[in-house]
């Protein structure tokens, strides 16, 4: 589970004074902390719940990156950048889009799946094939070129 090995990490950074992977540690924790006290959520997160979780941190900073670059604030988007790649660390790692492109056709020719109306199905197995290894936006994207 990841928050064990956060804790760890968090004293780790705080001796080496390393404020980049401080702060994106310390993201992971308050959101895992949230995610565990939520109303409604079981005492223990599964290991899925929080590589949903880690992903949408990384998605959120990856937003609010290009916004930055956006308005010429360069200072501000190596921080989020800076807090990508700590969180990253705790990720699988990320297929590229030739292994994705495979698994997705191979999920199609096992789904007998055949135009672009089959592509909510696709996409629900795809999803559920490649949580936490590919971007949701790239699945997406192969899953209609495939079916068109």
Do not use: C
């Not at 090995?5 to 895992?32: S, V, Y």
């Not at 308005?71 to 790649?85: F, K, N, T, W, Y």
Request: overall charge negative; hydrophobic content about 45%; charged content about 35%.
């Amino acid at each position: 589970m990841v928050s064990t090995i956060i804790d760890q990490e968090i004293k780790k950074a705080m001796l080496a004074k390393d404020q980049a992977t401080l702060r994106g540690l310390r993201a992971i924790k308050a959101a895992l902390l949230l995610a565990r006290t939520e109303k409604g959520s079981a005492e223990e997160i599964t290991e899925d719940a929080e590589m949903k979780i880690l992903q949408r941190l990384i998605k959120q900073r990856k937003e609010s990156a290009d916004i930055y670059k956006q308005q010429g604030r360069e200072d501000l988007s190596v921080i989020e950048e800076e807090e990508i790649e700590v969180i990253s660390q705790f990720m699988p790692k990320q297929l590229s889009k030739e292994e994705v492109e495979g698994i997705i056709a191979a999920l199609i020719k096992e789904s007998g799946a055949s135009s672009v109306k089959d592509m909510g199905r696709i996409m629900g197995l795809a999803n559920k094939e490649l949580a936490g290894k590919a971007d949701g936006k790239l699945i997406a994207e192969i899953v209609k070129t495939q079916l068109a």
